[in-house]
Structure formats: structure tokens, C-alpha cells
């Protein structure tokens, strides 16, 4: 009987202590809070390095076309398994006048085009709600054959003078559904 005791307490236990696994990171440059799970690997700044410069090598062999990130911030880049998200900023370009839409929309052109090189790709726009604050939200479903996809979502606007976009891929529908409680459960000083 005491062993059945023990067990359900540490059954018990262990599930509510794994329901609060999380990191709490917090973002001077715009304010922003996010928990994120423990079964997510902080990413350093050498491997985001390494994942930012595959990223930018293949848009660019894709598109025969030059990509400039000089000016972005990485804020966050995390990893579980084959799951990937990041979060950066990028202040807008002085020298061309456009609109935070045009902007974002030709983001989401240059992402679509260098996956639809090789792939078939879905897509769809809809708005995330982070604290109050509507967000683009830019899905893609990647179809590398009949057997093999994956997702890649842009979530992004301007704020704080800065244009503000956080991409994740993701191989399963819990990892993404994980992100997203992740992101609307953020917060932002105001």
C-alpha cells in the first residue's frame, strides 16, 4: 500500500513539475516576454550563425539574387530536434520608401519563391494576436515529395521601429501548435 502511495505521489508530482518547464527570456530592445519550453535548445550565436548563412545561401542560389542581413538582430533562435524557431529585427532601410505591408509582403515573396523552387508549396496569410498586438502570419506547407513535408510560418510587423519577425519550420503539428501557444502567450511591456 505504501508503494502505490509513493508511486501516485511521484506520478503526481512529476506532472505537475513538467507542466512548468519552461525558460522565461525577456527582450529589452521591444519589451517583449516569452516562456520558452525546456525541450527547447537555446541556440549560441555560432550555430544561429551557421543556420542563418544555409538560409541565406540557398534563397540566394535559388534566386540568383543577393540577400543583405547586416542589419538584423537575432533576438532568440531555438531548436528541438529538427524544429526550428527564431526571432529578429531589422530596423527599416531609410534609402527606400515603403510601407511596413510592402515590406512584409516582399519578405514572404522571397521565402515563398526560394521554397517553390524545388517544392510544391501552400500557402496562406491570416493574423496572429500576440498580447493584443496583430501580427502577419504567413504559413507554408512544403511538399519535398508525397511523402515528405514540412511547415515554415512568418510571423511579422513593424514595431517599435523596427520590423519584427519571428519564423519557425516545424515537422508535426504538436511542435507547431507548442510555438504558437509559445507566441500568443507572450507578452509586451507597453
Aim: charged fraction near 25%; aromatic fraction near 12%.
Amino acid at each position: 500500500m505504501r508503494a502505490i502511495i509513493t508511486i501516485t505521489f511521484l506520478l503526481l508530482f512529476n506532472n505537475i513539475y513538467s507542466q512548468d518547464q519552461t525558460s522565461k527570456r525577456y527582450f529589452k530592445e521591444i519589451g517583449w516576454t516569452i516562456l520558452v519550453p525546456n525541450d527547447f535548445a537555446i541556440l549560441d550565436s555560432a550555430q544561429n550563425e551557421t543556420i542563418v548563412n544555409r538560409g541565406k545561401k540557398g534563397i540566394e542560389q535559388e534566386l540568383d539574387a543577393k540577400v543583405n542581413l547586416l542589419k538584423t538582430i537575432t533576438l532568440i533562435s531555438a531548436r528541438k530536434s529538427k524544429n526550428y524557431f527564431s526571432a529578429t529585427l531589422t530596423p527599416p532601410d531609410p534609402q527606400k520608401k515603403q510601407t511596413p505591408a510592402e515590406v512584409i509582403s516582399f519578405q514572404e515573396q522571397t521565402i515563398y519563391k526560394a521554397m517553390s523552387q524545388n517544392a510544391k508549396v501552400d500557402s496562406s496569410s491570416t493574423q496572429m494576436v500576440m498580447d493584443g498586438l496583430p501580427f502577419r502570419k504567413f504559413d507554408m506547407t512544403i511538399h519535398l515529395n508525397e511523402k515528405t513535408s514540412f511547415g515554415m510560418t512568418l510571423v511579422s510587423r513593424l514595431y517599435k521601429e523596427f520590423y519584427f519577425v519571428i519564423a519557425y519550420v516545424y515537422l508535426d503539428n504538436p511542435t507547431r501548435d507548442q510555438i504558437e501557444t509559445m507566441l500568443t502567450t507572450s507578452k509586451f511591456s507597453k
